[in-house]
């Protein structure tokens, strides 16, 4: 069965970095796009980033535009968000999603899930 496994978050502090992975198994990775959402607590899951399965054409939330970075390994199966200058305000449980639909902003789109794994930014 398919599976996508993040990687453990953790706490960082404002400002911090950190890198989050989701490695696949169980589908033909290199067909799917792969998205990054997030779930603060209280608030809907929203849009992160997405790439697509084609031409690796990546897609952005504009509140992360410019600090955060997906990228794949088709190689490996495994797709990366790289989170560079952290806030408070990113704080919440990160998933990975896997559609094969192309790359979108509505998690609707995707066709399976990770377990979510917690991102913690402290003032």
């Known amino acids: 069965q398919v599976q996508l496994v993040e990687s453990e978050g953790g706490l960082v502090q404002a400002g911090g970095s950190l890198r989050l992975s989701c490695a696949a198994s169980?589908?033909?990775?290199?067909?799917?796009?792969m998205g990054w959402f997030r779930q603060a607590p209280g608030k809907e899951r929203e849009f992160v980033a997405a790439i697509s399965s084609s031409d690796g054409r990546t897609y952005y939330a504009d509140s992360v535009k410019g600090r955060f970075t997906i990228s794949r390994d088709n190689a490996k199966n495994t797709v990366y968000v790289q989170m560079n200058s952290l806030k408070p305000e990113d704080t919440a449980v990160y998933y990975c999603?896997?559609?094969?639909?192309?790359?979108?902003?509505?998690?609707?789109?995707?066709?399976?899930w990770g377990q979510g794994t917690q991102v913690t930014v402290s003032s």
């Open positions: 999603a896997a559609g094969s639909r192309g790359a979108s902003r509505l998690p609707n789109l995707y066709d399976y």
């Open positions: 169980g589908l033909i990775f290199r067909r799917y796009a």
